[in-house]
C-alpha cells in the first residue's frame, strides 16, 4: 500500500495551507498526521482523520475520503513550517506518507 | 507527563549487532502497545516493528525482518531492539513511540538514538 504527498506546500502568512494525502481507497482507512521541524521528533496532530490530540491547535483539521485524506492548516504561522507526514495501518503493516515540506511565506 | 527515553545507539560495523532500549515513565508501560519508527539522514519515516502491550504479538518491516526482534519487559517499564546483521541501510535515527488506543499510530515519541552502520 502506498501513500502519497506533494514535495512541497507553501502558504502565505495567515492564510490556509492543504496537504494531500494520497491512497487507494484511503477513505475506507485512518488516517494519521505528523509534525516534525528540523532535529525533532515527530509528534501527532492529527489522529483518526479528523481528531486534534490535547494541545494541538483547532487551526489543525483533518478530512479523508475517496483516494484522498488532506491535513488543513488554517491561519497559517511561522512555527507551523515542518515536515508533515500521514499515516495508515494496512496489512499489518504502519505505511507513511513520503512528507511535505510546508513554508509559510 | 509521558516520557519516552531511548539508548544504545552508537557505531557499528556491518554484520554487527546492536541492542537499543527505550525508558518508559509517566505512563503504565505494560497497557500499551509500542513500536519503533526510525528515520535515516534527510530522509522519511519509515516503521520498523510492533509489539502488543503483553508480548504476544509482533510486526515488523519486510527490511528488517528476520535480523530485528522486539521485545519489552513490563516490570522494568523497557522496550528493547536487539539489531543483528545490520547493514549501512539500516544508519538512522531510532524513534520509539506509543501507540495510541490500540489502533497502530504514534501517540508519544521519544527523543530518538542515532545508529551509524560503516565500516
Known amino acids: 500500500y502506498e501513500l502519497t504527498q506533494p514535495l512541497s506546500v507553501s502558504v502565505a502568512l495567515g492564510q490556509t495551507a492543504r496537504i494531500t494525502c494520497g491512497g487507494n481507497?484511503?477513505?475506507?482507512?485512518?488516517v494519521h498526521w505528523y509534525q516534525q521541524k528540523p532535529g525533532q521528533a515527530p509528534f501527532l496532530v492529527i489522529y483518526?482523520?479528523?481528531n486534534r490530540p490535547s494541545g494541538i491547535p483547532e487551526r489543525f483539521s483533518g478530512s479523508n475520503s475517496g483516494n484522498t485524506a488532506t491535513l488543513t492548516i488554517s491561519r497559517a504561522q511561522a512555527g507551523d513550517e515542518a515536515d508533515y507526514y500521514c499515516?495508515?495501518?494496512?496489512?499489518?503493516?504502519?505505511?507513511f506518507g513520503g512528507g511535505t515540506k510546508v513554508t509559510v511565506l | 507527563q509521558v516520557q519516552l527515553v531511548e539508548s544504545g545507539g552508537g557505531v557499528v560495523q556491518p554484520g554487527r549487532s546492536l541492542r537499543l532500549s527505550c525508558a518508559a515513565s509517566?505512563?503504565?508501560?505494560?497497557?500499551?502497545?509500542m513500536h519503533w519508527v526510525r528515520q535515516a539522514p534527510g530522509k522519511g519515516l519509515e516503521w520498523v516493528t510492533f509489539?502488543?502491550?503483553?508480548?504476544?504479538?509482533?510486526y515488523y518491516a519486510d527490511s528488517v525482518q528476520g535480523r530485528f526482534t522486539i521485545s519489552r519487559d513490563n516490570s522494568k517499564s523497557t522496550l528493547y531492539l536487539q539489531m543483528n546483521s545490520l547493514r549501512p541501510e539500516d544508519t538512522a535515527v531510532y524513534y520509539c513511540?506509543?501507540?495510541?488506543?490500540?489502533?497502530?499510530?504514534?501517540?508519544?515519541w521519544g527523543q530518538g538514538t542515532l545508529v551509524t552502520v560503516s565500516s
Open positions: 513511540a506509543r501507540d495510541g488506543a490500540g489502533e497502530y499510530y504514534f501517540e508519544s
Open positions: 509517566g505512563f503504565t508501560f505494560s497497557r500499551y502497545a
Open positions: 509489539i502488543s502491550y503483553d508480548g504476544n504479538n509482533k
Open positions: 481507497s484511503i477513505g475506507g482507512k485512518n
Open positions: 483518526r482523520d479528523r
Open positions: 499515516q495508515v495501518w494496512d496489512s499489518s503493516t504502519v505505511v
